[in-house]
């Protein structure tokens, strides 16, 4: 089940211009084009579908996968959206495909916090990939402990969002119950006082288990690296279907 951040019809289309620095993606777009030179690309948890539409300007072939409905349509509502594939729901059902890469960005492989969710995750990945396909994701390095930033005083903004209006936004952490950590997004929107929340859960994993997981599923880890944007801070797996 999608979080109310990407599955409210009031919260997904003020995610993009709360968020709008996603220079994080660069380093995937250049893996995907350059590096494993991808025709065709699966984006679990495409959200709003900035990643996929970077790839479909480099010709890319992709197919973005959602669980939040209002996500997705928030995604089929951009210029130039008509070249991807837009599917609402996850890996574990998804359609016959040969993809040469599969991505899970930003927070999406620690989002799926139920164990055999994330194995069912890694299955269907696995099966949507053509032999020596690649499937690429980041986790955060637990040992940095990111959680300990996540508060009102390090995250508060006032965003005046275009259409919409100024809304207040700010993260608190609720708890800490290894190796889940869950906090909540709060939304003030200024034009009515409407208060929205939004509650996430993330699996904190080390790469020991991570490699396991992965090679339980077929995969060859091929390397771990660094964030390139984030150094220190967060793991990178490279991992290909024989």
């Known amino acids: 089940m999608a979080d109310e951040c990407f599955g409210h019809p009031r919260l997904a289309p003020i995610y993009d211009p709360l968020d709008p620095d996603r220079s994080d993606l660069d380093a995937y777009v250049l893996m995907a084009a350059e590096e494993f030179r991808a025709h065709r690309v699966l984006d679990i948890g495409c959200g709003t579908g900035v990643f996929a539409l970077l790839l479909a300007d480099r010709g890319i072939e992709v197919v973005g ?4 409905q209002a996500s997705i349509e928030v ?3 951009k210029p130039d959206s008509e070249r991807v594939r837009w599917i609402c729901g996850d890996a574990t059902a998804l359609p016959p495909l040969r993809v040469d890469l599969a991505t899970m960005t930003a927070n999406v492989a620690q989002a799926i916090v139920d164990p055999r969710a994330w194995q069912r995750t890694l299955r269907g990945a696995y099966e949507a990939l053509r032999p020596g396909g690649h499937l690429v994701f980041e986790t955060r390095d ?8 996540w508060n009102r005083e390090r995250s508060y903004s006032v965003t005046e969002i275009p259409g919409i209006g100024a809304v207040e936004s700010w993260v608190q952490l609720i708890e800490v119950s290894w190796p889940l950590v869950t906090f909540r997004w709060t939304y003030v929107f200024a034009t009515d006082g409407q208060v929205l929340t939004s509650d996430s859960t993330l699996r904190f994993r080390e790469p020991p288990e991570v490699e396991k997981d ?5 995969y060859v880890v091929e390397n771990v690296r660094d ?14 279907r024989p």
């Open 75 to 77: 995604a089929r509502s």
């Open 227 to 240: 964030a390139p944007d984030r150094p220190g801070r967060e793991f990178v797996f490279l991992a290909r």
């Open 214 to 218: 992965l090679a339980a599923h077929g």
């Open 65 to 68: 996968v959602d669980p939040a």
């Open 142 to 149: 637990p040992a940095r402990r990111a959680w300990e930033e």
